[in-house]
């Protein structure tokens, strides 16, 4: 390339005399590897995040630590897990900015639809609008999960970066999702009690801050039922068991 060679489109700028004589380096590679650089000063969750689903609701729990490029615990008390719908939850993963944008636009576009129509949107078509923001927002790094009851039962949602959205009985999601999987696989049944299913996903959340890096520092438990939302925070897992 001569120095006459406009960096951006290659073409020879050697008949323009306005043409600005510019070294590639100054560009600093894609948007891609701009996110790279600044990935070290980016507050992330790293983050084991739980969802399952019984017949008598939904339990979300996650843990509650925030790292700034995986190596450096930045918060010990972050809440990973938000109501965004009357009988809905939505989990923090990923850069914390961008999944908190991402539960404030998803909160509002909740609240648009239930002045609009008069009642709750479904958990399909929130999920699906999730979905939609994710692939086409400015939100990177993010995976929720989505957990809520409607009149047509219990959901949880899983939403990837792409703004693909899986329907499970039970999902995971962040740095630590290996490790509560195996805790979970095996235990899990659809006819569960509530507080069994509380009691298994505490104990997902658990095994996975007991190894993974990125997850610890205590447990949130979401519980929703038809009836609403009932979010409690524990610093020490083992108080978060339910009550019998």
Request: charged letters at 25%; aromatic letters at 6%.
């Amino acid at each position: 390339m001569s120095r006459f060679t406009d960096p951006l489109t290659g073409a020879d700028a050697i008949g323009d005399p306005t043409a600005p004589e510019l070294d590639a380096g100054q560009f600093g590679g894609s948007g891609a590897d701009a996110q790279a650089r600044d990935g070290d000063s980016v507050n992330k969750t790293g983050t084991t995040t739980v969802g399952i689903s019984t017949e008598e609701g939904v339990v979300v729990a996650t843990d509650m630590r925030a790292s700034l490029g995986g190596r450096f615990v930045s918060n010990k008390s972050v809440q990973k897990v938000e109501q965004i719908h009357p009988t809905g939850v939505l989990t923090l993963v990923g850069s914390v900015g961008g999944a908190q944008s991402f539960i404030r636009t998803l909160r509002s576009e909740v609240d648009l639809y239930e002045v609009r129509k008069g009642e709750p949107i479904s958990m399909h078509a929130l999920a699906t609008l999730a979905g939609n923001f994710a692939r086409g927002g400015p939100w990177f790094a993010i995976n929720p999960i989505l957990g809520g009851v409607d009149g047509e039962g219990s959901h949880v949602y899983s939403i990837d970066p792409a703004g693909g959205v899986m329907k499970d009985d039970y999902t995971v999601t962040g740095s630590g999702m290996q490790l509560a999987h195996g805790a979970i696989e095996g235990e899990y049944d659809r006819e569960m009690s509530l507080d069994d299913a509380r009691d298994l996903a505490v104990r997902a959340v658990e095994a996975a801050s007991e190894r993974d890096t990125g997850s610890g520092n205590g447990v949130y438990v979401a519980t929703v039922t038809g009836d609403g939302v009932e979010i409690e925070n524990f610093d020490e897992t083992e108080d978060a068991y339910a009550q019998r």
